[in-house]
């Protein structure tokens, strides 16, 4: 059985929050992909393990299974936006 983490942001200041997810992912050995108002992180290959999409403004999801240290680092991640804007987090 999975486990997935879900999601409701709202940033406003969006190109700052850019600047400091792409100095994350650099510092963490993640990749990053810009398009269309939504950011993508894509974790080393890890099998199980969704890239994490980030929207602008809106839901998300992305399933972890609880796959460490891939699951507590989207959590910090999505905690983050706060400092940006406003977000919602929840798990099952």
């Not at 999975?2 to 709202?10: E, K, L």
């Not at 998300?60 to 999505?78: R, V």
Request: net charge negative.
């Amino acid at each position: 059985m999975g486990h997935t983490i879900y999601y409701n942001i709202s940033i406003q200041k969006w190109y700052e929050f850019t600047k400091f997810i792409n100095r994350v992912c650099s510092g963490i050995g993640y990749q990053l992909k810009e398009e269309n108002e939504s950011l993508i992180v894509f974790p080393p290959q890890k099998m199980g393990v969704e890239p994490l999409r980030i929207k602008k403004d809106g839901v998300g999801f992305a399933k972890t299974n609880l796959i460490e240290p891939e699951h507590s680092i989207y959590l910090l991640i999505l905690h983050s936006v706060s400092s940006f804007g406003s977000v919602s987090v929840w798990e099952d």
